[in-house]
């Protein structure tokens, strides 16, 4: 068993920002890149990215066959790109309340759309050319941008599950989808939660406990 000082008050990687929050979605979620055991940056659902001579545009090239699983492990769809651009969306758009919208506030248009100022996301940096080519163009040249796609707000979700539950994705363990080396299986917030490793992982051999 393992003792927490505080329950999370949200599942929602997207919007939460304190550290009982964040547990979950580091655990349950993968993301582009990763830190390997010596603090350097991997791959993660990304195998290869490049960027511009201004540091503007990054395109990142997506790991194929990654899976959505429901918290009973049922596949439900693959991690596409659009999967990103669908997660980004949800940030930028201020009736979501993301405590995070600033990690990604560099994003070209960014701060005009979370503003109201376009309304056409098509406008901002961030783009799925195809179902496993993702690119971000940036406002400025950002040296931190490859380390900060670790954290949560650049983490993808199921775009389609996004539109239907809106402020209701990640309210229980039920409402949102995983793709990383666990799954919430069961989820009684003051009582239990229970995590089982997703075998179905691409790097599942690498993931020594199979339940917490």
Sequence with gaps: PILYSSQPATLNYLVCSADPDLYHGTQCIDTLVEYDNRGKIREGL?????WDADSLTWTF???KGVKWYDYQGNEMAEVTANDFVAAAKYVMTAENESLTYSQIAFI?????????????FEEVG????????LVYTLEAPTPYFLSGLTYTPWF????????ELGKDFGTSN???YYCGAYILAEYE?????????????WDADKIYITEI
């Design 108 to 120: 070209k248009n960014a701060d005009a759309y979370y503003n109201k100022e376009i309304t056409d």
């Design 189 to 201: 917030p003051q009582v239990k939660h229970k995590y089982v490793k997703n075998y179905n992982n």
């Design 126 to 133: 961030v783009k799925a050319p195809d179902d496993y080519t």
């Design 156 to 163: 993808p979700a199921y775009g389609p599950l996004l539109d």
């Design 46 to 50: 990304a195998t290869a990215w490049e």
């Design 61 to 63: 090239h997506l790991r």
């Design 174 to 176: 039920d409402k949102l």
